[in-house]
């Protein structure tokens, strides 16, 4: 899954575009143009340091959104163990100075239903939720995965409970039918006052 949008960090121009100006050997037309001719070149050193300082800004923008990037994967990968189907993957922009950073990257979960098998895949859903929003900042794209799973498992808890009541079921029938329900059988009005009296007469 994607990190946050991508920042692209522009770089600067490499000195090498910067060319110093060349000095003529001087004469006397010359001297008098020594001192702008100097001027040009505090300029330019000027120019150098500025660069130098843009380029160092932007390596440090690079390094941190590095370290960003691929601890945002590593939460990733850490929590949607074992259900990682590819990656950590990375998109990756190369600094002033040569080297190449990570400034996007994502982790492949696998978010598929386990066919035949709710309580599995409740299960699943659960860690696959878990791991899309393990990083410290979840993504867009995170929040949506998570969003994803979250009704997997909602669906996944309709169906185990369908299940139970399918497997309940049958015994219920079974005990219908086993245990019939008896007949009420008639009593002969004067016999059952006559039993009464005789019962409750030692009480009496």
Do not use: C, W
Not at 80 to 95: A, C, E, I, L
């Amino acid at each position: 899954m994607e990190t946050a949008t991508f920042q692209d960090l522009a770089t600067s121009r490499p000195l090498s575009t910067v060319s110093p100006r060349r000095v003529a050997a001087a004469d006397s037309s010359q001297v008098a143009s020594l001192p702008s001719e100097e001027t040009d070149k505090a300029a330019e050193k000027q120019a150098e340091a500025e660069i130098r300082q843009q380029q160092q800004k932007i390596i440090q923008q690079l390094k941190a959104r590095d370290q960003e990037v691929r601890a945002h994967e590593a939460a990733h990968l850490a929590a949607g163990r074992p259900y990682v189907s590819s990656g950590p993957s990375y998109t990756y922009q190369t600094g002033p100075d040569g080297r190449s950073y990570a400034i996007g990257g994502e982790v492949g979960l696998d978010t598929s239903a386990v066919a035949n098998d709710p309580e599995a895949t409740l299960s699943k859903a659960q860690t696959v939720q878990r791991a899309a929003l393990a990083p410290a900042e979840p993504s867009p794209q995170d929040l949506r995965v998570a969003s994803n799973a979250a009704q997997l498992a909602a669906q996944a808890r309709v169906d185990i409970a369908a299940q139970h009541r399918q497997e309940t079921q049958p015994d219920e029938d079974q005990a219908a039918e086993a245990s019939p329900a008896r007949p009420l059988q008639a009593y002969d009005k004067d016999e059952f006052n006559e039993a009464a009296t005789s019962s409750f007469s030692q009480y009496a």
